[in-house]
């Protein structure tokens, strides 16, 4: 008996010390407490600001036709010039199984601090063809259209904006 309640507090002064060994050895190589995980404040970002602004009149306008225009407006609210401001704009369904997305494609070659430049796109936002035709698009509830627009510059700034089109055909 004395043999059995020995070994039960050997084992458990094992553990113990095991346990203890784990946790000061995590704590050795564990991040230090005072380290902030939460994103900096954009007033800290030394990096110049892009934006992009969409007039919500013109895209509450747009229709499932061909030659839509859409106009931007791209505003550099940093403290440094920009150059090369590359603008892709891409046009697909939400329905995954309609895989054809649309992209255009615009440059912006400079733009001053505190200025903004309209860029415009002519867009076809025609509803997409339904792949193998085994389901007409009579037959499936219109799709929302999303426009997803992305500004990068060579400098590695950038800016993007997402909008859901819920375009409607017209009977």
């Given at each position: 008996?004395?043999?059995?309640?020995?070994?039960?507090?050997?084992?458990?002064?094992?553990?113990?010390?095991?346990?203890?060994?784990?946790?000061?050895?995590?704590?050795?190589?564990?991040?230090?407490?005072?380290?902030?995980?939460?994103?900096?404040?954009?007033?800290?970002?030394?990096?110049?600001?892009?934006?992009?602004?969409?007039?919500?009149?013109?895209?509450?306008?747009?229709?499932?036709?061909?030659?839509?225009?859409?106009?931007?407006?791209?505003?550099?609210?940093?403290?440094?010039?920009?150059?090369?401001?590359?603008?892709?704009?891409?046009?697909?369904?939400?329905?995954?199984?309609?895989?054809?997305?649309?992209?255009?494609?615009?440059?912006?070659?400079?733009?001053?601090?505190?200025?903004?430049?309209?860029?415009?796109?002519i867009?076809?936002?025609s509803?997409?063809?339904?792949?193998?035709?085994?389901?007409?698009?009579?037959?499936?509830?219109?799709?929302?259209?999303?426009v997803?627009?992305?500004?990068?510059?060579?400098?590695?700034?950038?800016?993007?904006?997402?909008?859901?089109?819920?375009?409607?055909?017209d009977?």
């Amino acid at each position: 008996m004395r043999g059995g309640i020995l070994w039960a507090l050997g084992t458990a002064l094992a553990f113990v010390l095991t346990a203890t060994a784990f946790l000061l050895l995590a704590g050795l190589f564990a991040n230090s407490p005072e380290r902030s995980l939460a994103p900096s404040s954009p007033n800290e970002d030394p990096d110049p600001s892009l934006d992009l602004g969409l007039d919500e009149e013109q895209l509450a306008a747009l229709d499932d036709l061909p030659e839509q225009r859409l106009g931007l407006t791209v505003r550099n609210e940093g403290e440094e010039q920009l150059s090369d401001i590359s603008l892709t704009l891409e046009v697909a369904s939400e329905n995954t199984a309609l895989t054809e997305a649309r992209y255009y494609r615009a440059t912006v070659d400079e733009l001053a601090v505190g200025a903004s430049r309209n860029v415009g796109f002519i867009l076809d936002l025609s509803p997409p063809v339904v792949p193998g035709g085994s389901v007409s698009s009579e037959n499936l509830e219109a799709p929302q259209t999303i426009v997803e627009i992305q500004a990068t510059t060579p400098e590695g700034v950038s800016a993007v904006r997402t909008v859901i089109l819920p375009l409607q055909a017209d009977s």
